[in-house]
């Protein structure tokens, strides 16, 4: 049996924004009923989570951002936005998901397989270099891939969160280390990702968003990530796969439009468990996700695809038929008109 890397959870119990805040401590305890579900006994490996350093977190965050909201969080919190909380305790916890990323990653290289999951919140991918934004404080996803690139690696961050990743995105927008590919309905919240975001000069082609309409089914999800983003993963040659695992694209999330089944997110994770380059080199971090039921389901179908449980029934139906495809279709033409305007303002040639 595949090994699974546990590195969490963080959030059981602090950073609580109360009942009436979806982004609650009540998800990870669905999240973790959905790990328990699958009775691993010994092929869980479980890591012992620790605290991000202040390096760890500048290599993606401005110094100033980070001690402001830590001043905040031990002047007592509070709304940082419409969206967004912290508590007194919400600086160690979001320092602790952070952490846990890097030692998830950590640890699957040590073990040379296996497959990790960082069960954490606060989630992170919509936190800025210099913003607290949509529920996030730190970018959990980006410290844990700048934790690898400082080593000279490669990743790719596949975002199959409903809401674009506005945060992932702009922390990598000119490296040319990580390829940033991201799923998302659109319209939504924060309404960026529009398939004419392609990276920056020197990171030409290195983001591909995959807007997707309200009632996009998985079968269209899954083509985006198979078909549309694949040459470029391919062509990456990551050493790493990172996914932002958020499952709020669910048909019964009370925050977005799209119809996907828990049965979508075990086909969409067997997708991206192929672009990975050897075993031990793919790892999850929770994001959204909003109904407890279905998050449960969700993340126990991801993860009995992931370890190749094989039992029946695990995965669920799929779904198809929604709308979305030809929006792939003349997004793909958006994307290359936006990489010939990159190519023209640089006067070269890009791949």
Excluded: K
Excluded at 68 to 76: D, L, S, T, V, Y
Excluded at 192 to 217: D, I, K, M, W, Y
């Amino acid at each position: 049996m595949t090994p699974l890397v546990l590195a969490g959870p963080v959030g059981l119990v602090e950073h609580d924004g109360g009942t009436g805040h979806p982004e609650q401590p009540a998800r990870l305890r669905a999240v973790m009923e959905g790990v328990r579900a699958l009775d691993l006994a010994d092929a869980l490996v479980e890591v012992q989570v620790r605290v991000a350093t202040s390096e760890e977190l500048q290599r993606v965050h401005a110094s100033e951002y980070l001690l402001e909201i830590e001043a905040f969080c031990a002047g007592g919190g509070g709304d940082l936005d419409p969206d967004t909380y912290a508590r007194p305790d919400s600086w160690d916890a979001a320092r602790r998901a952070a952490g846990a990323g890097i030692e998830a990653l950590a640890e699957l290289e040590r073990m040379g397989e296996g497959v990790a999951f960082v069960p954490v919140r606060p989630p992170g991918h919509h936190a800025t270099g210099a913003r607290a934004m949509g529920f996030c404080l730190v970018n959990n996803i980006a410290v844990a891939a700048a934790s690898r690139t400082a080593l000279g690696e490669r990743v790719v961050v596949v975002d199959w969160d409903v809401h674009h990743g506005n945060g992932t995105q702009a922390i990598f927008w000119d490296d040319p280390d990580v390829l940033y590919v991201s799923t998302h309905q659109h319209p939504l919240y924060p309404g960026t990702g529009s398939a004419a975001e392609v990276g920056g000069r020197s990171a030409p082609g290195l983001t591909v968003n995959l807007p997707l309409p309200p009632g996009a089914t998985g079968d269209v999800v899954r083509a985006a990530l198979d078909e549309e983003a694949r040459g470029a993963i391919e062509s990456f040659a990551p050493d790493w796969v990172l996914v932002s695992a958020g499952f709020d694209a669910h048909r019964s999330d009370p925050l977005s439009n799209l119809q996907l089944s828990e049965g979508d997110f075990a086909e969409l994770a067997s997708i991206v468990r192929s672009f990975t380059p050897r075993p031990g080199r793919l790892a999850l971090f929770l994001e959204g996700g909003y109904d407890l039921v279905a998050l449960q389901s969700s993340v126990e179908s991801t993860l009995a695809a992931l370890l190749e449980l094989g039992r029946p029934g695990t995965g669920g139906l799929t779904t198809s038929g929604g709308p979305g495809r030809r929006e792939l279709q003349a997004d793909r033409a958006e994307r290359r008109r936006a990489l010939d305007d990159l190519d023209d303002l640089d006067g070269g040639s890009v791949p």
